[in-house]
C-alpha cells in the first residue's frame, strides 16, 4: 500500500521534478475508481459476513479508509490490490476526529452502522479547498428514514429510538442530486424496513457499482443509474465478492494529458459510457477519439477552445475541471469553463496563470484566453484535481517544473509518476530534505500554501 503521509513532512519533502514538451506513447493501465472503492468499503459495514473486493486502487484516501474500519472493529487483509473486508466483530464507537477529517467519504459509514445497530456516532467531515460541503441532505434523508439526529461539539449523533428497532422505508427528494448523500441513503434503506424512493438521486457510475455490490449481498435496489431509485428493505445481507469498475477520472486525466500534449495513447480498462460527455468535448476541440471495447483511443491535435460547464453524472465531472481548464490554457480562440457543483474549484488557476497561462475567473467561470506556449514553474497542488492540473501544465511546457501537493495527488492518482514516465514522459519525484521556508522559492503562492496542508476531497 502507498506509504502513509504525514502531512507536514510529506508536503515539505516530496515534489514531481517534470521536464516538459516531451509527447506520451503508448497504452495506460487505469486503476480502479477511488470514488467507488471509498464507498464500498464503507457498504461492507452492512454484513457480518466478508466481502472481497478487487481492483482496489493503491491510494492514500484507501489507506485512510481501512483505518477507520479497523478503528471500529472491522479486519482487514489486503494481498496487492485486493482487500478482504470482515466486519463480523464491529464495536461501535466515536470515529477519531483525525482520522475522519481528512476524509469525506468517511462520513458515508454513518448510513451501515445506523441502519445495521441502531447508532453512530461520525464526527463532521468538515469543508476543504473545494466548498463547504455539507450534510445537510445527508441527515434530513435520514430523519425521514426514522433516525435521531444530534448534532454536537461538531459529532454527528444518529441513533433509532426504539431500541432494537429498524429504519423505516420512505420517500426521500434530495434537493441536490449529492453523490455522497444518495449513497448514504441507499445503504441507510437497505435493512430499513420496506420501501424508500429516493427522487432526484445523483446517478455517477460509482453509485451504481455501490448498488451492483449491495444487491450481491442480497438488497433490493432497483434503477440505479437513474434520477429515482427504489431500495424494498430486508432483513440481513450476506458477504460476496466484487470487482471495483475503473477510475473514469484518472482515464480521463490521461486523455487531457494526451490532448493537451498531442499525443496518442490508449487508456484500459475504461468504461466508455462512463466518460462520454469528456469524449464530447475532446473530439469537440479537435482530437481524435477511438472506442475499441473497454479501450479508449485519442490522438492530440491542434486544440481548439470550447467552452465547458460541468454538471451532475451525466454532465461533464466537476473532477475533470480542473484538468480541461489546463488544456485550454492552449488552445486556439476563447474558451468559458463553468464550475457548476463546487462553490470553491478554481485553485489552480493562480498557478496556471504564473505558468503564463491567461486566465480570469468571475463567479466560478474561468475566461481563458489560449497562448501559445507555458513556462514551467515550482508549485503547489492545493487539492487532488489542481494538483493533476499542474502537471498537465507543466508537460504542455518546454521548460522544467517542480510540482509540490503530492500528498493531495497520492490520494487519487495510484503510481501517477510512474504511469506517465512509461508513456515517455522525463518526470521523477525528488524526495528532498530541504526546508520550504528557504528563500530560494520564487512565489509566495507556496510559503502561503505549505503552512495550509490537506484538505479533504
Ligand atoms: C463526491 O463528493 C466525490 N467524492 C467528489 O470527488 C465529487 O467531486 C463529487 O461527488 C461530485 O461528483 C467521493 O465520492 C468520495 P456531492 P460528495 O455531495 O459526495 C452539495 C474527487 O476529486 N451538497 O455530490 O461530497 C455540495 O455542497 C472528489 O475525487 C449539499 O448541498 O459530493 C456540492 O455543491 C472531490 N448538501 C454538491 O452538493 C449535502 O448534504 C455536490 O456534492 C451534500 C452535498
Redesign the pocket.
Known sequence: MVCESNNKSYLKSQNLKIIGGSTLRGEVKISGA??SA??LLAGSLLTDEKIILDNVPLLTDIEKMCKILKNLGVKLTTNDHQLTIDSTHVSIKELPYELVHGL??SFFCIGPLLSRFGEASIPLPGGCN??????????NGLKALGADILIEKEIVKARILKKGSRLNGSNIKL???????T?TLIMAACLAKGRTVIENA?R?P?IQDLCQMLNKMGAKIYDSGKEKIIIDGVQKLHGCSHKVIPDR?EAGTFLIAAAATSSSISVSPVIPSHLEALLNKLEESGSKVLIKGNSISIKGKKIKAVDVETA??PGF???LQAPFTALMTVAKGRSKISET???NRMNHVEHLNQMGSSILVKNNVAYIEGVNELRGETLVGS???SAAALIIAALISKTTSHIYGLEHLDR?YENFEVKLSNMGVEIIREITEKNNSDSNYKSSVIKEKISTGVNA?
Open positions: 477511488k470514488n471509498l464507498v469525506r467519504a473545494i466548498g463547504k460541503r455539507p450534510i445537510n441532505e445527508h441527515i434537493n441536490c442530486p449529492s453523490v455522497g448523500a449513497e445523483a455517477e460509482e477520472i451532475p453524472f465531472p466537476t473532477d457543483i463546487f462553490e487539492d487532488l484535481r487519487g476531497a
